[in-house]
């Protein structure tokens, strides 16, 4: 099938097989190795992207439901070789240890911040509860959250 | 795989129904075709995606009814029946499904007509009474209370027939005035579990704080939800306050209804937990 869609805002239009998954077409087709693949059956969360402003599993979304839709990646946050202010907090908050989790657990606070700028600790946790880490405890992670909120100007 | 169809309306849709054999597959929000299609290397003849009929997605509440199109995210569900307390259950259940992430792209229709055991919306739906609007190849519609949707025939889980798919849910509010309804599930953790027990209630209650009537249904224990009668019965005339004896009466109403010992002692605590709601 032809599919024409949006990665970070830029139209991208190819032919693919529509049982092919967002996950595959990011990493093989576009090269935006950003996006993990963990579990691949939407259980870890490492292939979080956003879908018209929603966080969703790239591994569960298949190329017959893209077509005309906005795909955000961890690639797109990046604006002219400065990271975005969530990245900067991860980074500043050590709340990255292996990494692996780290591109999804952004998007999905992206889509929370996008929604809600000032989120408590509790809809922080509830926001990233579906995207799992096995190394860093979540405590740096949740904090890096509210740091980021803080510096986009919610008051958390 | 020879043919993706995509249809953009419900036009399109019935025209799509009717090219589709026992070997095709009707996509929803994918969160749970996606799996199976890879763990089962399913090659379908044709592979329907609903996402672009944007008529499935709408979600219509006035207050003498609901009408939320089978395409509705668990999201949006949520979002569309919070506070608002004959269909608070509906937000309850939708609320607690999976992950964000999955509740972004499960849909209510896809939890209803893949019918697992496990599901939450079903016994929600059973629970406010539900009619199923159902789209049937080549355009016709036929209209199914929840109840009679689930008893599917020759080992099938639901009167879905080849080539149909759910177009929207809708409740009658008019016959749910004065009712107010929860819903709560015992699973392994508090977010992103599966179901072991979902408890849909619904209770109106007199100017007095008393139970006048109570609707209970169940999930997660049997194939399909079922409605406990005995649970009713106790309720109404009480009021809705988890005391440890009231708790423990509901929960015996559990016996017999499942082999899982865990379940007959864990329900008088998802009762408890069903009824705190009722504070809110």
Known sequence: MRLNFFVNGEPVSLDTDPQRRLLDILR????????????????????????????????????????????????????????????????????????????????????????????????????????????????????AVSRAAREMGGEA | MNTCLIPRNLEELGEALGQLTGKSLILAGGTDLVLQMRAKHLEPDVLLSLSD?????????????????????????????????????????????????????????????????????????????????ILCPGGLRRVLPIQQFFQGKDGRKTQLELGEVIVSFTIDRTALQGWRSAFHKLGHRSQVTISRIGMAIALRLNSEGII???????????????????????????????????????????????????????????FEDTLKLFAR
């Not at chain 2, 224990?221 to 079922?226: A, L, M, Q, S």
């Open chain 1, 28 to 143: 093989e087709d576009l090269g935006l190795t950003g996006t993990k693949e963990g579990c691949s059956e939407g259980e870890c969360g490492a292939c979080t992207v956003l879908m018209d402003g929603e966080a969703v599993h790239s591994c569960l979304t298949l190329a017959a439901q893209l077509n005309g839709r906005h795909v955000e990646t961890i690639e797109g946050l990046e604006k002219s070789g400065e990271l975005d202010i969530l990245q900067r907090a991860f980074v500043e908050e050590i709340a990255v240890q292996c990494g692996f989790c780290t591109p999804g657990m952004i998007m999905s606070a992206k889509a929370l911040l996008l929604k809600n700028p000032n989120p408590t600790p509790e809809e922080i946790r509830t926001a990233l509860s579906g995207n799992i880490c096995r190394c860093s405890g979540y405590v740096q992670i949740v904090n």
């Open chain 2, 53 to 133: 009929v944007s008529a499935l997605r709408d979600i219509i509440i006035t207050p003498e009814r609901a009408v939320i199109g089978a395409m509705a995210t668990m999201a949006r569900v949520k979002e569309a029946t919070d506070g608002l307390s004959d269909l608070q259950a509906l937000a309850d259940a939708a609320g607690g499904v999976g992950s964000p992430q999955i509740r972004n792209k499960g849909t209510i229709g896809g939890n209803v007509a893949n019918a697992s055991p496990a599901a939450d919306l079903p016994s929600v739906l059973w629970l406010l009474n539900a009619q199923v609007d």
């Open chain 2, 212 to 270: 006048e009537d109570a609707r209970v249904v169940a999930g997660a224990i049997k194939p399909i939800p079922f409605q406990l009668p005995a649970a009713e019965d106790i309720l109404r005339g009480k009021r809705p306050e988890p005391t440890p004896g009231l708790c423990i009466a509901l929960g015996e109403t559990f016996k017999g209804n499942t082999r899982r010992v865990y379940k007959e002692n864990a329900a008088k605590g998802v």
